[in-house]
């Protein structure tokens, strides 16, 4: 189960110093707690000394954990906007501190050592987290067709752990990131725009991954033998590439796009999941995603009209070596150093097509959709170890196959005002309209997602048809 409530408070203000000169300040805090409660089988091997309990002469039984967690987070992001002649100029700043408690109680148990306190607490330590960046970006009216920018980023960003009351761990560790951003848009004609960008953007792992307070380990992964390191899991590099082509009119709009991702120590699931549902991850060395994109509306008579947008693509790793845990035939754990290069990606699909039809009229919209999504994998082994009859797991696909969803959306306008649509309309009246929403319309069963270890594969099917139904009131 899970319970957990955020509040958010805002508070914003723009000031225009000049016809051309444009502050804005927003300041934020954000306030979260709760819980989830865990189920831990004794089949799982947890041993007393996980739940910092001593051995009571018996067995482990199953138990019953709630996990805590507390958030406090605010920032300031003022962002200074300068017009002059033929440049945009945009200036920020950011700031966010948060800070944030984890603890767990361990609230049942089916066997318990003598003198275990009610809801029996194995750990608690608080996070932080830092970040303080700035940008500078710069839009140029070359001619009025050619439009040039740039744009460069610098952040630090400082992870903490304090005041852990169990493992005594302490941590800070700091990144600094440099992110250049550039572009050009050439508009042929009228109808005919052409653009290209480059980008390098750097992200941070999360604080998950410096260190797992439940087990008091710094970050946990597989390696042979398994070793935990601090920091094992470093920030991955993302070098993107996009050119593009788009032609509009009153009535269509058509757009093609072209990209290549390089990237360096992408951070990626392993495909196999922690106690609290959080996939385990691990870097790789490179990775690189391209492909192409085709989008298009066209608008008919009578408000009728047709959309989507297709992608082809092929996600691979480029140099990737790790180690996984097997099982031979006696049902013991191997480790086995695999090159996973020219594998795909786990949960990458590489077709999306989504398709829209529908219909918008003053007093109603109807839009019937398809979306197919094609093979996508839970583990980054593909297939391996499928036809290998040394591996206990043999036979066992670790293939999600291929899906096609249908839905449908509509929404009616039951009340508005002169002027506005609606079954019923009177002055001063706010507008109230009806939405019905049905997914999965043709009841089509198929996996969504999953994970895979030595064990076996485990997958989550997707809901079947369901509908839910809403009121929307515009005052």
Known sequence: TDNYYQPHYQLHNTWDIADNLRLQNTLYYIRGEGFFNVSYPSWWGYG???????????????????????????????????????????????????????????????????????????????????????????????????YLNGAVQVANIEYGIQNDKFNDMQLTQPYTFFMPRAGASFKATDNLRLWTSFSRITREPRLKDHFWGETGYPVIRYDDPIKYEDPQIKPETLNDFEVGVEHSGRRHFLGLTGYLMDMENEIVDIGIYDVTGQPVIENADKTRRYGVELAGRIQFDYGLFVEGNLNFSQNRFVEYKTTIPLLDQNYETQYRRMNLADNRIINAPEQ???????????????????HHVGERFVANTENFGLSDANISTYGQDRSLGRYTRVDLNAAVRLIGSPGSAGLYTRLGMPQVELTVHVRNLLDEEYNLSGSADQWDVYVIPAATRHYFVGVKVTL
Request: hydrophobic share 35%; no cysteine.
């Open 48 to 146: 007393w000394d996980s739940w910092g309990l001593e051995y009571p002469g018996v067995a482990i039984g199953d138990m019953v954990a709630r996990q805590h967690v507390e958030n406090h987070q605010g920032g300031w992001q003022p962002r200074l906007t300068w017009k002059l002649n033929d440049h945009t100029l945009d200036i920020g700043v950011q700031y966010i501190s948060h800070r944030s408690r984890h603890y767990g109680e361990l609230i049942w148990g089916a066997v318990l050592p003598d003198g275990t306190e009610p809801n029996h607490v194995w750990y608690d330590y608080e996070g932080r987290k830092r970040i303080i960046s700035g940008y500078v970006q710069d839009r140029w009216k070359v001619t009025p067709r050619l």
């Open 352 to 370: 999306i097509f989504n398709i829209a039809a529908g219909v918008h009229r003053p007093l109603f919209d109807i839009v019937i959709s398809a």
